[in-house]
C-alpha cells in the first residue's frame, strides 16, 4: 500500500471548507437511527476538522435512491444522530453543490458542521460524473475521506473529488488502512486467515486470493461442507454446493502449491433439524455424518487443534462464522476459536484483523470485539480487500 496524507499533514485550516465523507448509510426504524456505530466511527475526524477552525460540510449517501430524491431517504433524517453524538448543532443542507451550499458556507462559521443532501440524489454520483465532481467541488478547499465502507465504488464522492482538490484519510479511514496493511500487506508470519459462511459461490475470490497470502486457511461455516464433500466425505443433508467440487479442489491444489495449509474439521455438530436445542444433535467424525443429519457447526475437537494452530500465528484475518452461530448450540466452536484469538491477542502474541457484518456479529455475541486488534465494520470492501482488489476509493488518496 502507497503513503497516503492524513489529517497530520494538514495546514492551518481555520476558515477553509472541508468537504468530508463520512459513512452515514444508517439503520433506520420508524423514522430514528438504531445503530450510531458509523456516526462514532466518524466522529474523531468531523471533530478534530471543527476544532482546528475549519467549516465542515458531510457528503454521505442514505439507501439506494438511484439518482431520484426520495424524502424517505433524506439525510436530514440523520441530523439529530449526529448532533447528539457530536455533541454539536449540525446544519442541514438540502443540496450537494451549486449557491445553496455555497449560501450556507456563508452562514456558517469557523468550526461549524453541516451536512449536505444524500449524494445518490444525483444522478451522476454513482457514474463519477467529472461535472457533478466539479460542481461539489466548488464550494470545498480540500476533500477528506473517512469512509472505508464505501471505498470500494468509483462514485464521485468517494474517488472523482479525491482528483480535484488536496485530498486526505480521515482518523477512521487511516486506522483502517493501517489495520489491514498489517494483517496482509506486510504482516507478521505465520498468518493464519478464518473464512466461514454459508457458500463458497460468495467467496470463491478471497479463498483463491488467501491461499496464496496466508500460512493457514481455517474454512468454516456450509462452506467447509462443500470442501469435504469435494474430499469425498459424504456430507448427508447439509448445505452444500456439489457443482463446485471441481472449484474446491482447485483451490486446495493452489493452496499446497503455495505452501498453505488448508484445516477442514474433522468432528462435526450435526443435527437431523435446523432449530435451536434440536433434540438430535450430536457430535460426530466428519465420515459418520447420517443421511438425514445436516452439519452445523464445528467439533471441540477439531475446535481445541484449531487454537493450537493460532498458537503458533502472529497474524489473523478472520471473516465469518464457523457455524450456523445465531443458534444454540450451533455458535459453540465461533465462540471458543473467537475467545481463543482474543485471549492470544491480549497477551500480545496476536494481531487480529476481523471484518463483514456477520463476523462483528459473531465477535459480538462471543463478547470479544474489544479484544480484537482491529474489527472492521465495512462489508463489501473488507471483502474485496480480502480478494486482493484495488479499492478505488483508497487508491484515489495515495499520495
Not at 146 to 164: C, I, K, N, Q, W
Not at 192 to 200: H, L, N, Q
Not at 307 to 330: I, Q, R, S, Y
Not at 331 to 347: G, M, P, W, Y
Request: aromatic content about 4%.
Amino acid at each position: 500500500m502507497s503513503a497516503f496524507k492524513k489529517l497530520d499533514d494538514l495546514g492551518d485550516v481555520t476558515g477553509k471548507v472541508a468537504l468530508v465523507r463520512v459513512d452515514l448509510n444508517l439503520p433506520m426504524q420508524d423514522g430514528a437511527v438504531t445503530d450510531d456505530t458509523r456516526v462514532r466511527a466518524a466522529a474523531p475526524t468531523i471533530l478534530e476538522l471543527a476544532g482546528k477552525g475549519a467549516k465542515v460540510l458531510l457528503l454521505a449517501h442514505f439507501g439506494r435512491p438511484k439518482g431520484e430524491r426520495v424524502s424517505t431517504q433524506s439525510l436530514s433524517m440523520v441530523v439529530d444522530c449526529l448532533q447528539q453524538v457530536l455533541g454539536k448543532e449540525v446544519m442541514f443542507v438540502p443540496e450537494i453543490a451549486g449557491p445553496v451550499v455555497a449560501q450556507s458556507i456563508g452562514i456558517l462559521r469557523a468550526g461549524d458542521i453541516a451536512v449536505l443532501e444524500n449524494t445518490r440524489f444525483w444522478k451522476g454520483e454513482e457514474k463519477n460524473d467529472p461535472e457533478l465532481v466539479k460542481a461539489i467541488a466548488a464550494n470545498g478547499d480540500f476533500y477528506v475521506n473517512d469512509a472505508f465502507s464505501a471505498a470500494h465504488r468509483a462514485h464521485a464522492s468517494t474517488e472523482g473529488l479525491a482528483h480535484v482538490l488536496p485530498a486526505y484519510a480521515g482518523r477512521s479511514m487511516q486506522s483502517e488502512l493501517e489495520a489491514l496493511e498489517k494483517a496482509l500487506g506486510k504482516p507478521e508470519r505465520p498468518v493464519a486467515a478464518v473464512v466461514g459462511g454459508a457458500k463458497v459461490s460468495s467467496k470463491l475470490d478471497v479463498l483463491t486470493h488467501l491461499v496464496t497470502q496466508v500460512d493457514h486457511l481455517i474454512i468454516g461455516g456450509g462452506m467447509a461442507n462443500t470442501f469435504l464433500a469435494a474430499r469425498g466425505v459424504d456430507v448427508g443433508k447439509s448445505l452444500c454446493e456439489h457443482d463446485l467440487a471441481a472449484t474446491a479442489e482447485a483451490i486446495l491444489d493452489k493452496a499446497d502449491a503455495s505452501g498453505c495449509t488448508v484445516h477442514l474439521p474433522y468432528d462435526v455438530v450435526v443435527s437431523k433439524e435446523f432449530a435451536a436445542n434440536p433434540p438430535s444433535v450430536r457430535t460426530c467424525n466428519v465420515h459418520e455424518v447420517a443421511a438425514d443429519e445436516m452439519i452445523l457447526d464445528v467439533g471441540p475437537q477439531a475446535v481445541e487443534a484449531l487454537g493450537d494452530v493460532l498458537k503458533t500465528c502472529k497474524t489473523l484475518v478472520w471473516n465469518g462464522p464457523l457455524g450456523a452461530f445465531e443458534m444454540a448450540p450451533f455458535d459453540q466452536a465461533t465462540v471458543a476459536l473467537a475467545r481463543t484469538a482474543a485471549a492470544l491477542t491480549a497477551e500480545g502474541s496476536l494481531v487480529s484483523v476481523a471484518g463483514g457484518g456477520d463476523t462483528v456479529a459473531a465477535l459480538n455475541h462471543a463478547g470479544v470485539s474489544a479484544d480484537f486488534s482491529y474489527i472492521s465494520t465495512a462489508g463489501g470492501a473488507f471483502l474485496e480487500w480480502m480478494e486482493g482488489k484495488e479499492l478505488p476509493g483508497v487508491k484515489a488518496l495515495e499520495a
